[in-house]
Structures are given as C-alpha cells and as structure tokens.
C-alpha cells in the first residue's frame, strides 16, 4: 500500500518538456540539412549530469551511436546531445565516423565544453554523407535557452517522417522536494522492439548516480520502448539518452533509497508515454493499438505474446479496416514461441469478449465494429497459465505507410 501511494502521487505536468527540470536548456534550428524544416538542435545541462544510455541491437550501428558510447566511457558524465536529423550517418564508413566526431567537436568548441562531454545523435536516410559545412553554420546558430518555445524547436528538429512532435514531463515528491522528468522524442516508421528507429532524451533534476541512473532506465526499457512496434524494423541510429544532473537536490538516489520504486515509477511512466507517442505516430497510422496480456507464467511471456500480436500484419490490417478478426490474434499468439492452452484463451476488443475459453462468443458486428472505429484500440488477452502480464503497443497498417515508405528518399 505504501508503495501505491508513492507511485500516485507523481503528477503529470501540462505542456510540459525537455526543459522543465531545473538546469536544462535547448534550442532547435534550420541548418539546411532539409529543405525548410529545422534539422538540428541540442540539449544542455547547466552542469556535467550523470547519464543512462541504451542503444539499438542491431548489429550495424551508426557513426553517432560510437561517438556517444566513446563520450560516456570516458567520465560517465554527459553535459550535452547535439542532434541533426536527414541524414544517419550510417554506413558511412571512416569518413561518417570522422564527420561524427567533428560534430561532437563543434559543438563542445560553441559551448565551451570538454568534448566528451557531448553526445551525437542523427537520424534520417541511411548511406548519405552528412553535409559538414551546414552542419557547422547550423551549431552557429544554435542558442540554447530553458524557454517552451526552444523546446519545441527542438522537438521539431529531430523529426524525420513523424508527424507531430513528442514530449512529455512529470514531477515527484523525493526527500521533501519536488524532482521533475521531462522528455522528448522522435519515431515514426521502421520501429520495432530492442530499440526502434527511436531518438529518446529524458531529463531529471534528481540526484542520482550514473550506475544506478543505468540500473534504472535498464530496468524499465524492456516494459516501454522494447514494447512498441510499427513495422518490424529496427533502425541503425537508436538510442534512449538519460540526463539527471541533480538540480532537484533530493538525497542521491539507489536501490537502498527509500524512495527508490518511486523514481522508478517516474522513469517508467516517462518512458511509457513517450514510447506510446512514437506508436500512435507511426507511419500513416489512424489509431494506436494496445494489447494487454493476463494470466502468463511470466512476465516475459506475456511481453512476447503482446509483441507479436501487436506486430502482426494481419491484426495491423484488420484494426485499420475495423475488422473483428480475432482469429488473426490467436493465429498470431500460437507462432509467439510461448506455450499455452488454446483451450483456456479469452480474447476481448475493450470488454466486448470474442472468443472465451477458446470458444466463439456470438457478439454484435455492429458494436464491435463501433468500437474498432476508434483512434485507441484496446487488445486484452487472459489465458490461465499464470499471474503475470504484459502489455506491448503499436498502431494499425494503412495504405499511406506503403506511399510513405515508397517515396522516402525522394
């Protein structure tokens, strides 16, 4: 019961952002990187913040990705993440990892930092060359401020087919003082589990360690950005960066702190709505799907099972067609690689019930079809295995997403 009251009590922060915690500030800019849209910007802390890092699994990882990990290794602090998007710097060989660097360099040179210090991020066509001379003139131009309309800036920067931006901010009580958490983020198409074609960055005026920052955010990334898809593709580019530099001045945060689940509720809860963004968002989605898992043996079964039925094309296709099709949904649950009962499957879109103990349900087309009109469908799945549950989001596959994703370059 404590630890309910703890997790209630973190408050959601209306427009709220990336420069909400104490200490943070951005800015977001046109360096010509794309035609007219800003394409580069950057966030600092005031001082050196411990950090957090996780990054892509896929085995071809992009020039930044070595820069970032080459800048955290070094100190295990970070003060900055200079981002540009259009161009990845992916498989682009010495040459990108040399443009990386020089990144890195103009920037810490600007801001008057240690260049290991700055953290590199890009995304956007994988292949091309990064055009250094307008990324120098872009950092020029760069002036970072802690106001709403620089965070927005940024927020549109690091855009590549997305939408609408991402953002988010929430606060807590901590050792008596207030501790917020901001984020932004950008992620729209080739997404998929063990990190998406995602760009995430969370700030936290808590006090915490790097080590125990890392133990946190590895906690909760395989129950929020592990848990979205879009397509099935993982990306080249993908990290989730964690900055707290302190500002709040609660007692250093670990394990043994009291109030330890709390922080952890406040990370997950940031990283949660971010993710959920980057899923609504995906490419030319009309509604965000999500799929709760009841009654499994563990926690990763039920996280496999709700990633494939959240995955699957043909669940995708017949939520964009409000199609009550749920035999897609226990054809996709039986090639999820987890063993169950077919005979104990209750499968319900919201509280309509479907199928019941591996039965058909005789229900209402008509309802169900009002219901899988609507822009969140909610995918809830029990099977009497177990105690445990997952939940996993996505969005439906539409005819857009093939005319986005046919034209990308051009």
């Known amino acids: 019961m404590k630890t309910l009251q703890r997790v209630a009590s973190i408050k959601k922060i209306e427009q709220g952002n990336i420069v909400t915690p104490q200490g943070f500030k951005t800015a977001g800019v046109h360096a010509g990187l794309r035609y007219s849209k800003k394409d580069l910007g950057i966030i600092l802390s005031d001082i050196p913040a411990s950090v957090a890092a996780v990054y892509t699994q ?77 990324i120098k003139r872009g950092i020029e131009l760069l002036e970072p401020s802690p106001a709403d309309k620089d965070a927005i800036d940024f927020e549109q920067a690091i855009l590549t087919t997305d939408t609408v931006t991402k953002n988010c901010a929430y606060s807590v009580e901590i050792d008596g003082v207030t501790v917020t958490m901001g984020g932004a983020a950008k992620g729209s198409g080739m997404i998929h589990p063990n990190m998406a074609t995602m760009l995430g960055f969370i700030t936290t005026d808590a006090a915490i360690e790097s080590a125990d920052l890392q133990l946190a955010l590895s906690t909760i990334t395989d129950q929020t950005f592990n848990q979205i898809t879009v397509d099935g593709d993982t990306s080249t580019n993908d990290m989730v960066l964690v900055l707290a530099n302190g500002k709040a001045g609660n007692q250093a945060l670990s394990p043994t702190h009291p109030q330890w689940d709390t922080f952890i509720q406040l990370l997950k809860q940031t990283s949660e709505s971010l993710a959920k963004q980057i899923a609504k968002d995906g490419e030319g989605a009309t509604k965000l799907i999500e799929c709760n898992v009841f009654g499994t043996e563990s926690k990763h079964a039920a996280q496999i099972i709700a990633k494939t039925i959240i995955g699957s094309n043909l669940v995708k296709t017949a939520a964009y067609g409000a199609d009550a099709n749920w035999g897609r949904i226990i054809a996709a649950m039986g090639r999820s690689g987890i063993d169950f009962n077919p005979q104990q499957v209750t499968i319900a879109f919201g509280d309509l019930v479907v199928l019941e103990d591996g039965e058909p349900v005789d229900f209402s087309e008509e309802i169900a079809k009002a219901y899988l009109e609507q822009d969140l469908l909610v995918i809830n799945v029990t099977l009497k295995e177990g105690s445990e549950t997952g939940t996993a989001w996505g969005c439906d596959l539409t005819y857009d997403y093939v005319k986005i994703n046919a034209s990308y370059r051009s």
């Open 58 to 134: 896929s085995v071809i990882q992009a020039a930044p990705l070595d820069v970032t990990k080459d800048s955290i290794q070094v100190e295990g602090k970070l003060q900055g993440i200079i981002v540009n998007s259009a161009c990845a710097n992916a498989c682009t060989g010495k040459q990108g990892l040399k443009d990386a660097y020089e990144m890195r360099n103009l920037a810490a040179s600007k801001f008057d930092l240690a260049p290991h210090y700055l953290a590199v991020a890009s995304t956007g066509v994988i292949g091309e060359y990064m055009k250094m001379d307008k």
